[in-house]
């Protein structure tokens, strides 16, 4: 065990060190949030299949659904473990808070791999068909930077670059003590660009654990599956939606229409869902959506929904306590809020006053400061970032 004095080491957006209380205390704050149990104390949940679950959308589903449906099965992320240079990463942290307050009578894993590769897929559902024999849900929230092809072995890169044309907005800049409007200019991506990033990014492995569930036999009548996906206004619509993320999104729409076809004979569904915006760090990679984001807080102030609400909501509508919420492309929407005509019609206006001389009174950039610092555990109150921290956390065990 390693007590060390911990400094975050960030630059902008990227901090080089997580802080493994403030970690757990992040996870406690989502715990909190999440809405108590619903069914009878001690009758056993249904099995989910949560991949991603240690971060931003996946990891909300996962204490969702822990907490409020006492839901077994299994999660997988893939997180670093501390190194004699740096502590583990977030997600490690996370994760290993999540299996705490689960508790240890939780019929709960976590598989600490790389959801794309072939293992990862045996692995967990070796321990699928050993513990439960059929899966009622998965849940897809996976954002990642690459991905290797498991039926060639190409590595495809994910790429944030417009289509047709250049992209010029305004992005918001942490560099120096005094966040600033900055200017951003990318080209639009090539061919390659784009068909890479819906390698990575799109529904293909999606689809790929369908299938492995499928012929194994691990799919329960009834099954639901969703993909997170995302829309956003059309003020960053170039970089996201129109882009060569937007088009991976496309596929991963695509793909649910053909999964919801190949799911009907077992009365199963596959949806994508389209949630609101959030701090990840994902989103924060993506040039506009940090100024956008700020602007859209100090719209909404409070009514800025949690990951934990939407999760919240996302999990009704799965288990059929309120009906599903689909728009005209049959996707589930959580993003009414964000989306609302006169959220949209402030956030332009605000879009368009924007400067660095007016940021203070238009845009919430200390909260989104703090947002980002807590994807690592810093910024988190009550947290004693001054005393040393016990980072050598060890990864939950299966039971």
């Given at each position: 065990?390693?007590?060390?004095?911990?400094?975050?080491?960030?630059?902008?957006?990227?901090?080089?060190?997580?802080?493994?209380?403030?970690?757990?205390?992040?996870?406690?704050?989502?715990?909190?949030?999440?809405?108590?149990?619903?069914?009878?104390?001690?009758?056993?949940?249904?099995?989910?299949?949560?991949?991603?679950?240690?971060?931003?959308?996946?990891?909300?589903?996962?204490?969702?659904?822990?907490?409020?449906?006492?839901?077994?099965?299994?999660?997988?992320?893939?997180?670093?473990?501390?190194?004699?240079?740096?502590?583990?990463?977030?997600?490690?942290?996370?994760?290993?808070?999540?299996?705490?307050?689960?508790?240890?009578?939780?019929?709960?894993?976590?598989?600490?791999?790389?959801?794309?590769?072939?293992?990862?897929?045996?692995?967990?559902?070796?321990?699928?068909?050993?513990?439960?024999?059929?899966?009622?849900?998965?849940?897809?929230?996976?954002?990642?930077?690459?991905?290797?092809?498991?039926?060639?072995?190409?590595?495809?890169?994910?790429?944030?670059?417009?289509?047709?044309?250049?992209?010029?907005?305004?992005?918001?800049?942490?560099?120096?003590?005094?966040?600033?409007?900055?200017?951003?200019?990318?080209?639009?991506?090539?061919?390659?660009?784009?068909?890479?990033?819906?390698?990575?990014?799109?529904?293909?492995?999606?689809?790929?654990?369908?299938?492995?569930?499928?012929?194994?036999?691990?799919?329960?009548d009834g099954f639901h599956t969703v993909a997170l996906s995302y829309v956003g206004s059309d003020l960053t619509a170039p970089i996201y939606r129109a882009g060569t993320i937007g088009a991976a999104k496309q596929h991963l729409e695509d793909t649910a229409r053909r999964l919801q076809q190949d799911l009907a004979p077992l009365g199963g569904q596959a949806h994508t869902v389209v949630a609101g915006a959030a701090v990840t760090q994902a989103s924060t990679a993506i040039p506009s959506i940090a100024l956008y984001t700020s602007l859209l807080r100090a719209v909404l102030g409070n009514d800025f929904q949690s990951t934990a609400q939407q999760a919240a909501t996302l999990w009704q509508q799965l288990t059929g306590a309120v009906p599903l919420q689909l728009d005209e492309e049959q996707r589930i929407r959580l993003d009414g809020?964000?989306?609302?005509?006169?959220?949209?019609?402030?956030?332009?206006?605000?879009?368009?006053?924007?400067?660095?001389?007016?940021?203070?009174?238009?845009?919430?950039?200390?909260?989104?400061?703090?947002?980002?610092?807590?994807?690592?555990?810093?910024?988190?109150?009550?947290?004693?970032?001054?005393?040393?921290?016990?980072?050598?956390?060890?990864?939950?065990?299966?039971?």
């Open positions: 065990m390693t007590l060390r004095e911990i400094k975050p080491g960030n630059r902008g957006f990227l901090y080089v060190n997580s802080h493994p209380e403030g970690c757990a205390a992040v996870v406690d704050e989502l715990w909190q949030r999440t809405p108590a149990p619903t069914g009878p104390a001690g009758a056993a949940g249904p099995v989910a299949l949560i991949i991603g679950s240690s971060a931003g959308y996946g990891l909300a589903a996962t204490v969702t659904a822990l907490r409020t449906y006492g839901m077994r099965g299994i999660g997988i992320a893939f997180e670093a473990p501390e190194t004699e240079r740096r502590t583990a990463s977030g997600g490690w942290y996370r994760t290993a808070r999540t299996a705490a307050l689960a508790g240890p009578d939780s019929d709960f894993a976590f598989l600490n791999a790389d959801a794309f590769s072939v293992a990862a897929k045996e692995q967990a559902l070796d321990h699928l068909a050993a513990r439960y024999g059929k899966v009622d849900y998965l849940i897809y929230s996976v954002a990642a930077p690459r991905r290797t092809d498991p039926a060639t072995g190409e590595v495809h890169h994910s790429v944030i670059k417009p289509l047709g044309s250049a992209y010029r907005a305004k992005t918001l800049q942490f560099d120096g003590d005094t966040p600033l409007v900055g200017a951003l200019e990318l080209e639009p991506a090539e061919d390659v660009e784009r068909d890479s990033t819906v390698h990575v990014m799109g529904g293909g492995d999606w689809k790929l654990w369908i299938d492995a569930l499928a012929d194994r036999g691990l799919i329960h809020w964000e989306m609302d005509d006169k959220v949209q019609d402030a956030v332009h206006e605000h879009w368009a006053a924007a400067a660095t001389d007016t940021l203070a009174e238009l845009a919430d950039t200390d909260w989104f400061q703090a947002q980002v610092g807590r994807l690592y555990g810093w910024h988190v109150p009550g947290t004693d970032y001054a005393a040393p921290a016990q980072t050598t956390v060890p990864w939950p065990t299966t039971n």
